[in-house]
């Protein structure tokens, strides 16, 4: 039961939220930084706007961080109206946090920044065998993200600072049992019911409708009947294939690449060692220190003299509980990989060997060596296709970025033709056919842009059959477009889309009859009319029926004062339905462990739902304006 629980965040988070009204008193606020920017003002916070190319940039760099980890994502899914509008919520969310967090004086020290940094699992798999950061690697790892380790801090820095915003709030939170059970109580409620279906589909048979009525409803519906506008289309794309495909890599290049970065073709010595250890840690007594030494010396006396025991030895002596069950083994490892002490005895001995008592911080070994996997080094033919396709990569890269700007260069200044950039860079032309303003199933990825298709459909574009601008429409991709044939949206005669308009009608009339039957069944049965209903049945968030969200959501929510309780749901295009509410039953008390588990996911609800109210009154004390408008999510989306 509890798993519904934790899958239904948003439902509780909504229940919770209108259980909150917390209130709050904030003090006066200045910018937390500089935040002018240049074009058109899409918010402002404390006075200060967000601009449109900041919101373009920002988007930018979140479309970049997802097509990275995820290539293969369409990235129709993210050039919508609602990504981007999430886009700029994150930013006004992210100022207004930064302008609060200034305002209080909520500053992140050296030392958090440092203790933050070093729960960092990435970070952490940086470290050297001595503890301390490969700092070569780490300004490797950030140059990937375009970012230094002072860009990388100062945004980890700011990122505590706004955490500790809402962190007094949202960790102050303690939901007692008392507190928790009505809300818990109620969501995890059971109640038998019974209900009707007044189906669309049932009534249609029993719709009347004439050639005049199909006709009227046509004139007086002309959008439902439209044909999008559509062009025809020839364009050219510049992509990293394209540009790779044109390159060849000498031989010489080949072998130069290889002599410099023998290294990356090479594998290094491992070697593969069991060991007993004693612990004795550097700060225990001296006498404590001793006699785990002379332990280790005593087991190493007995492993000299029959190493076919070690492992033997190893389970029954060592104190590491990490290799001791495998008889001490440790599998291979390359130098780096153990603490100094451990590497220098290790990798002294051949295999077979056995080496003396060897101190380290974590107290006294004795190291068996099993076996050595010696360097090795790739021979050139064998690596020679990876070189070639790093080379061919790296030339790409660079090639690219001067064909771009001949090909936007080319598009623009000869925009009656593709002749001039196709003979240029040696692009072949495509084309397209029945192309919409909004891309159906089958169109070219390129072509699903919405930046691209807004300028194939630009007046520019279709009246006097111009070369788009060049678009870059993915990583290392740019397209450029022009119309070859346009058609306009336009309203379809009736004889073509009759049989759609008289659907449409029939539809619509069968759906009002169905609320009507509905309506009028449901105020009947209210007054003690005999009902046909279904047979009862038991509903819960949690369990699955026959009946839809919306329906278990009214059955759920109706007034059990007196029962029975009748409740109508509209349906819309599917109908209308009535449900009879019997009895509600009491929910069985959990076990002991769920409760708390339960208990426990509701306080962090709470918090998240107090969090979010903080967050709200920040907002509204801010006088925060967002001036573009959310997008309206079309049904069926």
Known sequence: MFDYVRNNTRLMGILLAL???????????????????RGETVALVAGKAIKKDEWDAAHRREVDNIRSRQPNIDMKMLDTDEARFGTLERLVRERVLLTAAQKMNLTTSNQKLAAD?????????????????????????????????????????????????????????LVTPAVAQPSLQAFFERRDVQWARFDTQAYKAKVQVTDEDVSAYYNANPALFQAAEKADIEYVVLDLATVTDGISISDADVKSYFDQNLARYSTKEERRAS????NAAASAPAGEREAAKAKATELLAQAKAATGKFAELAKKHSQDPGSAPNGGDLSFFQKGAMVKPFEDAAFA?????????????????????????????????????????????????????????????????????????????????????????????????????????????????????????????????????????????HTLPLDEVKAKVKDQLVSEKAQAMAKAEGEKSLAAWKGGAEAKLSASTEIARDKPTMLQQKEIAAALRADTATLPAWVGIDLGAQGYSVIKVNKVQARVAPAADMAKQELQQYDQWWSSAEGQAYYEALKARLKVEVKVAKPVVKAGA
């Open 117 to 173: 940094l070093q729960k960092n699992e990435v970070i952490a798999g940086l470290r050297k065998a001595d503890g301390s950061l490969d700092m070569e690697r780490y300004r490797q790892l950030l140059a990937g993200q375009g970012m230094s380790p002072e860009m990388f801090e100062a945004q980890v820095r700011q990122d505590l600072s706004m955490r500790q915003v809402t962190q007094a709030v949202t960790a102050s939170s």
């Open 349 to 489: 001995l051949k295999k077979g060997e056995v080496s003396g008592v060897v101190e380290s911080e974590f107290g006294y070994h004795i190291i068996l060596l099993t076996d050595v996997r010696p360097a090795v080094v790739r021979p050139l033919e064998q690596v020679k296709p990876e070189i070639v396709a790093d080379l061919k990569k790296q030339q790409a890269q660079r090639e690219f970025a001067d064909k771009a700007d001949v090909f936007g260069n080319l598009v623009y200044e000869q925009a009656d033709s593709f002749t001039p950039v196709t003979e240029r860079l040696k692009l072949k032309v495509l084309s397209a056919k029945d192309l919409a303003r909004q891309p159906s199933p089958g169109t070219p990825p390129v072509l699903a842009n919405a930046k691209l298709l807004e300028a194939i459909f630009a007046p520019e574009s279709v009246d006097k059959k111009r070369n788009t601008a060049a678009v870059e429409v993915g990583a290392n991709q740019l397209v450029a477009a022009r119309v070859v044939a346009y058609r306009p949206a």
């Open 275 to 278: 060991h007993i250890l004693i």
């Open 19 to 37: 259980l909150i009204v917390p209130a709050f008193v904030l003090v006066g606020v200045d910018g937390y930084r500089n935040f002018d920017g």
